[in-house]
Structures are given as C-alpha cells and as structure tokens.
Nanobody
Framework: QVRLVESGGGLVQAGGSLRLSCAAS????????KGWYRQAPGKQRELVAS???????SYANSVKGRFTISRDNAKNTVYLDMNSLKPEDTAVYYC?????????WGQGTQVTVSS
C-alpha cells in the first residue's frame, strides 16, 4: 500500500504562485510514475502534469509554461510549482502515484484563485 499526503493548497490572487507537495509512504517501488490531477466543480478530473522515475514529463496544454512538476526520489515526494495562476485553475488538486499496475491517490488539496 502507498499513502499520499498533499500540502500547499490555498487561496491566492490571480497572477500569484503556489507550490504543492505530495509525500508518499509505504511500499514504494523504484520504478513509478507520479502526477497531479485536478477537478473543478461540475467537471471531470483532468491530468495536469506527470513525471516518470526517469524524468519524462508531460503537461496539459492549459498549464504549459506556467506549471512545473518535479520529484525528489530520495524523499518520495512530487512537487507542482504553479505560477501565473488564473481563476480557471481553481480546483481540488490530487496527486497520483502509479506502480506495478496500481494507482494511488492523495486526499486532495483545494486551490482557489481569485480574480
């Protein structure tokens, strides 16, 4: 089992920045994928960014150039640096960890961007 604990959400004005963190604990395999998803009210959960153990990264088009995903394998932690935030970025953000065919989710952290 893998437990994910997120932190770093909050309220910020448009144009501001936030950093989300997600620490994993439990049985962590060396080969895994990590990602950040978000879900706004009335919308489906969508992938924001993902990163593999080897550092292959992908971003949703809506966040390219504004968000940066990174990971610290020694700490089993994944980060999401969010800059130039927009009101449409408001959502609950969930971290995701995939290994050996199983997916794990954090509890979610609210990000609210005011205009």
């Amino acid at each position: 089992q893998v437990r994910l604990v997120e932190s770093g959400g909050g309220l910020v004005q448009a144009g501001g920045s936030l950093r989300l963190s997600c620490a994993a604990s439990g049985v962590i395999f060396s080969i895994n994928g990590k990602g950040w998803y978000r879900q706004a009210p009335g919308k489906q959960r969508e992938l924001v960014a993902s990163i593999t153990t080897g550092g292959i990264i992908s971003y949703a088009n809506s966040v390219k150039g504004r968000f940066t995903i990174s990971r610290d394998n020694a700490k089993n932690t994944v980060y999401l640096d969010m800059n130039s935030l927009k009101p449409e970025d408001t959502a609950v953000y969930y971290c995701n960890h995939v290994q050996e065919g199983s997916a794990y989710w954090g509890q979610g952290t609210q990000v609210t961007v005011s205009s």
